[in-house]
């Protein structure tokens, strides 16, 4: 169930930014999938077709869904880092102590329609 609140988030902002582009329909909402959101493609798809019929602007999109790689903020440093690849440790630094930036989530990336 951990999916349906990310993908309502999702739908309400690609619906927001349809809307405020002057959009009339959306036919493809690229998403990136966060490393660590925990997130199954599967079940993002499943959601978001149960609730898209409730939208205007995005009810006959299709999901086109890429993975985010998971990155860290250095708290030393400020290095951004991504996490699995250098195993959490700061590349610049050395130091283990980061706040993640992106890949706790699902992300809406680019829209395209009419
Ligand atoms: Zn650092």
Redesign the pocket.
């Known amino acids: 169930m951990h999916e349906l609140s990310m993908v309502m988030n999702l739908a309400n902002t690609a619906e927001r930014t349809a809307e405020q582009n002057d959009m009339k329909k959306v036919e493809l909402i690229h998403v990136g999938v966060g490393e660590m959101s925990g997130a199954v493609d599967e079940y993002i798809d499943k959601y978001f077709n149960q609730i898209k019929d409730k939208y205007s602007y995005i009810n006959n999109a299709t999901l086109v869904l890429s993975k985010d790689f998971a990155k860290g903020k250095?708290k030393?440093?400020?290095?951004e880092f991504l996490l699995t690849e250098n195993e959490g440790v700061?590349p610049?630094?050395?130091?283990r102590d980061f706040t993640i930036t992106i890949g706790k989530s699902i992300t809406v990336h680019k829209i395209e329609g009419e």
Do not use: H, R, S, V
């Open positions: 250095c030393n440093c400020g290095e700061c610049k630094c050395g130091e």
